[in-house]
């Protein structure tokens, strides 16, 4: 999608936090001592300036806090500007923001919750050699260590505490709250440490707004009145390329608008050639353009297209663009609500809707998006697919629909 060419070399991350905003924010520590900051598209954000790179940072509220091995924490603004600066007993090891707040874990084990004003608040001895992470949950912090892990409550208090015996690498913890650690025994322990602690709540994808792909059309049509389907195909080229070249960057959200806005058929409506109104139908009226804008909306990975491509799959006319949707469906691999599974079960569930390459590509949808899943929850894709082989298709639609239902029934080894 893009790249960045930072001044100087790299010396940590890239770090990727989430605002209380719901902005994505993506940052790296130059060895130059200056922390930069990315949109997702690849929008340069900020430069913030230091003398020598951090040994740790995390988000605090929409800015960040950087921690260093002299004990200094310092807290910038997205714009650079200095919020706080304050100065610990202990080297910083490492951080983890928690809205408008962040805990901090020292040399020594020690953790400390530094608020928005940056005054510590609650200050805990973990009591875990060589403590070398932190982690923030809904209602716990756990810091972890090769010999150990230790559970706060948010008033900084000590839960509970684990020693880990003969293990040389770092343990793990799953949201069920089970620590995981490879012993030098050439065995993996797992202990039941927590109850579940539940993942950080992240921001929710905002899909595609119609009506600003339909926007999106309109401005087209307003700088550009001829545009049509060789224009189309034109641009959808040109946002192919630079896909392929990773050079879309700060692009790409308009680049899925204009694809939404082709692959719906938003186009504007032209005269007919023999008078009156415009013939009905999407626009581009080729089926080209359209099937083309769906495969690029595949190729842009991006859940928020997933309504769009559910759409042009139920709603339009050609079953060449109908495939292309079902195959970047699948490619996305991501159905949030389940709203492409029941599409997939209506679209099934029609005589004569779909042709041949429209149900083998459905069946491969349906297997995409349930290995992204991991489980077989809602089974309406299921459904689909048992259809599909029992209709009166070629050899190739049953032997792919088998050949799925096999492999996701499976167990896995």
Known sequence: LW????????????????TPSGKTRVSLALRDGNVLEYAEDGTPLAALPGAEAPSAWCGLGDGLLLGYRDGTVLAR??????????????????????????????????????????????VANTGVPDAREIRVFPQRVLVLGPRGVASLAKDGQ??????????????????????????????????????PLGEPALPAP?????????????????????????????ELRRIEKSLGSASIGAEEGDALLFCSAVALGYGAREASVYGGSAPPGPRP??????????????????????????????????????????????????????????????????????????????????????????????????????????KPYGPAVRSRALAALRRLTEPVR
Not at 102 to 109: E, F, K
Not at 355 to 379: F, H, K, N, Q, W
Request: charged share 25%; aromatic share 8%.
């Open 206 to 234: 905002g899909y595609v707004d119609f009506s600003a792909a339909r926007a999106r059309a309109d401005e087209e049509a307003f700088w550009n009145p001829g545009f049509g389907d060789d224009a189309a195909l034109r």
């Open 285 to 390: 009226s080729g089926a080209l353009p359209r099937a083309l804008a769906c495969d690029i909306l595949g190729m842009l990975g991006s859940p928020r297209a997933v309504p769009v491509l559910t759409e042009a799959y139920l709603r339009d006319p050609e079953p060449s663009v109908r495939s292309s949707a079902a195959r970047a469906i699948g490619r996305i691999g991501l159905d949030l609500t389940g709203e492409a599974l029941r599409a997939f079960q209506g679209a099934a569930d029609r005589e004569f809707f779909l042709d041949e390459p429209g149900a083998l590509a459905t069946i491969d949808a349906v297997e995409g998006i349930y290995r992204a899943l991991g489980e077989l929850s809602d089974t309406g894709g299921v459904r689909a697919v048992l259809r599909l082989a029992d």
């Open 77 to 122: 603004g997205l714009e650079g500007r200095e919020v706080f600066r304050t100065r610990l007993a202990a080297p910083v090891l490492a951080a983890a923001g928690d809205g408008d707040a962040a805990w901090l874990l020292l040399a020594g084990g020690k953790v400390v919750r530094m608020g928005a004003d940056g005054r510590p608040g609650a």
């Open 158 to 195: 000590v839960y509970r505490d684990l020693a880990l015996r003969h293990a040389p690498r770092m343990p793990a913890v799953t949201a069920s709250g089970i620590v995981l650690s490879a012993g030098e025994d050439w065995i993996l322990y797992a202990y039941r440490f927590e109850g």
């Open 3 to 18: 790249f960045a060419e930072p001044p100087a070399p790299i010396a940590a991350g890239p770090v990727v936090r989430f």
